[in-house]
Each structure stands twice: as structure tokens, then as C-alpha cells.
Nanobody, 115 residues
Framework: QVRLVESGGGLEQPGGSLRLSCTAS????????MGWYRQPPGKQRELVAS???????NYADYAKGRFTISRDNAENTVYLQMNSLKPEDTAVYYC?????????WGEGTQVTVSS
């Protein structure tokens, strides 16, 4: 069974930055698409960004220009660099391996943006 562990969340002020990490165990990520999703309070889970095994990236409109997804296959880790954070970025952020329908999920890391 694949295990995904997210880290890097926390409380940040508006305009600040956070870097989320997701490390996989029991499966090499190199052949998989990876993604970051988030679930704001009272809302459904939504895509933040994804990256293919060929390093093509896709971003939600609200993430473009502020967030950057990257992967380090040697470290079996995917990252989400989040800059210019806004209060509406407050959510639980989840890592995904292999797609949202049939893939694997981490347990999530809380990001709170507040002054």
C-alpha cells in the first residue's frame, strides 16, 4: 500500500509563503502523475496543481502565478511552493499520486492564512 505523507503546512500571514512537501513510500513516484488538492472549510476538494511524469504542469486559475508544483523523483517527493498567500487559501491540502479517481491520497496538511 502506498503511503503519502504531507508536511509544511501551518499558520502564515497574508502575503507570506509556505512550501508543502509530500513524500511517498512503498512506491516510486517517477512513473506517476502527482497532484496537490485542497479542501477549504465547508467546500469540496479541488485541484490546486498537478505534474505529469514528464514534468508538464497544470494549475487552477487561482494558483497561476503564485504557486509552483515540482517533483524530485530521486527523493520520491513532490512540492508545492505557495507565495503571496491569501486568506482564501486556507484549506487542508492533500497530496495525490496517480489521479483523483483511482489514485492514492495523503492525510492532508492544514494551511491557515490569517493575520
Amino acid at each position: 500500500q502506498v503511503r503519502l505523507v504531507e508536511s509544511g503546512g501551518g499558520l502564515e500571514q497574508p502575503g507570506g509563503s509556505l512550501r508543502l512537501s509530500c513524500t511517498a513510500s512503498r512506491r516510486r513516484i517517477s512513473i506517476y502523475a502527482m497532484g496537490w488538492y485542497r479542501q477549504p472549510p465547508g467546500k469540496q476538494r479541488e485541484l490546486v496543481a498537478s505534474i505529469t511524469n514528464g514534468n508538464s504542469t497544470n494549475y487552477a486559475d487561482y494558483a497561476k502565478g503564485r504557486f509552483t508544483i515540482s517533483r524530485d523523483n530521486a527523493e520520491n517527493t513532490v512540492y508545492l511552493q505557495m507565495n503571496s498567500l491569501k486568506p482564501e487559501d486556507t484549506a487542508v491540502y492533500y497530496c495525490n499520486l496517480g489521479g483523483p479517481l483511482l489514485g492514492y491520497w495523503g492525510e492532508g496538511t492544514q494551511v491557515t492564512v490569517s493575520s
